[in-house]
């Protein structure tokens, strides 16, 4: 199990000018600082997907940099199957996969050679890491454009990719940021096939989205995070029965208190 454990984070802002900015009723600003997340504890078991929903600048992208380790919390614990990895982070990080909002992979590689670099960067041999791009490729349906130069990839290109360098040194957990944002519905359609895969090969998922469809169709469990704090957690049918509605949107709204355009 990955959990995260009373997480707080604050960031501190440059200026009185940028607390403004940010919103001047925004509780989360205080002063210099603004305290993008509060106590927050979440967790997520193998072969289980579960999603994080919030309104934009709810904490999502924040909350997961912290359980990647690549953000660090002011406090708080991350824990993998019980014990706390602060000791141990560099195996924590081989435990786990991230798909952040960037793709971080080489404009002048192909695809192919980009897995080929992170493959043996995660320190798979070569025959090993030739039978998992291999399988990635079909997987992700990326054979007709993998030898490609990246940077002539579309959107849903790039993600694909992006996806199987977060997954090729066979993580327990994968966290992804959005995964499916901004692509069309084919590309989307892979990659909800390929958490599917992931959750029947035991692999545990936490991902952030706004696509209340890719929820009812994969989460086992949801999280509700609104301005950095956790408003629900628990199961779609628990979630409906708490709000009373049988229409999963009037019941994700109820559990965001800021109204949206
Ligand atoms: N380095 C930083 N300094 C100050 N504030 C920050 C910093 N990074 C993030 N924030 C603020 O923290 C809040 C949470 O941002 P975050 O990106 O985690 O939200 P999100 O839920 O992922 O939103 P979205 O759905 O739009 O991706 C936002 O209000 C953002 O402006």
Request: hydrophobic share 40%; charged share 25%.
């Amino acid at each position: 199990m990955l959990e995260l454990d009373n997480i707080n984070k604050r960031f501190r802002l440059k200026d009185a000018k940028q607390s403004n900015q940010l919103c001047a009723d925004d509780p989360r600003v205080s002063g210099r600082f603004f305290y993008a997340l509060k106590n927050v504890s979440i967790n997520c078991k193998a072969a289980e997907v579960v999603a994080l929903l919030g309104a934009n600048g709810a904490g999502k992208t924040t909350l997961l940099r912290v359980l990647s380790t690549a953000l660090a919390a002011d406090s708080g614990q991350i824990k993998l199957n019980g014990q706390e990895i602060k000791q141990n982070k560099l195996k924590y990080r081989k435990s786990i996969g991230f798909l952040s909002g960037t793709t971080g992979l080489y404009a002048r590689l192909s695809g192919y050679e980009n897995l080929q670099y992170f493959s043996n960067l995660y320190g798979l041999d070569k025959a090993q890491g030739k039978v998992r791009i291999d399988t990635l490729i079909k997987k992700l349906n990326m054979q007709d454009f993998i030898h490609r130069r990246f940077d002539d990839y579309s959107t849903g290109m790039k993600q694909k990719v992006a996806i199987a360098r977060a997954v090729l040194h066979n993580p327990d957990f994968v966290i992804l940021d959005e995964p499916t944002t901004g692509l069309d519905i084919r590309a989307r359609e892979v990659i909800l096939n390929f958490i599917e895969t992931l959750k029947n090969e035991g692999v545990g998922v936490i991902f952030s989205t706004h696509d209340l469809a890719e929820v009812e169709r994969l989460c086992q469990r949801i999280y509700i995070v609104e301005q950095g704090q956790v408003r629900f957690s628990g199961d779609i049918q628990q979630l409906m029965q708490h709000s009373q509605s049988d229409s999963l949107f009037d019941a994700v709204l109820q559990h965001m208190e800021v109204a949206h355009d």
